[in-house]
């Protein structure tokens, strides 16, 4: 029995941030090699990470490039959406 009265009782939104990947499944069939495989694997993570952490996606992937040629490889953990700010770039 369920008590607590501010459970969500669909999953609604965790079906939203699926459907696109769901919708694309043909098209990722070739992506020309396992590695290309991986690498789409990179880019969605980033994004929606990106999305969760308040980022506009194409302005943290903006900010990622121009920074990440001059920044230490053994801080690279800096870079990541949530330690950056937005409004910070």
Not at 55 to 70: C, G, H, T
Not at 73 to 88: K, Y
Request: with cysteine; charged share 20%; proline share 6%.
């Amino acid at each position: 029995m369920l008590r607590n009265g501010r459970a969500c009782l669909h999953n609604n939104a965790a079906e939203r941030r699926m459907r696109p990947l769901a919708l694309g499944r043909k098209n990722y069939l070739f992506a020309g090699s396992l590695e290309g495989g991986k690498s789409a694997a990179t880019i969605y993570t980033l994004v929606g990470t990106a999305e969760l952490n308040g980022w506009d996606p194409q302005a943290y992937l903006r900010v990622l490039l121009e920074r990440i040629a001059d920044h230490p490889i053994n801080r690279i953990g800096e870079l990541a959406p949530w330690n950056l700010r937005p409004d910070a770039a």
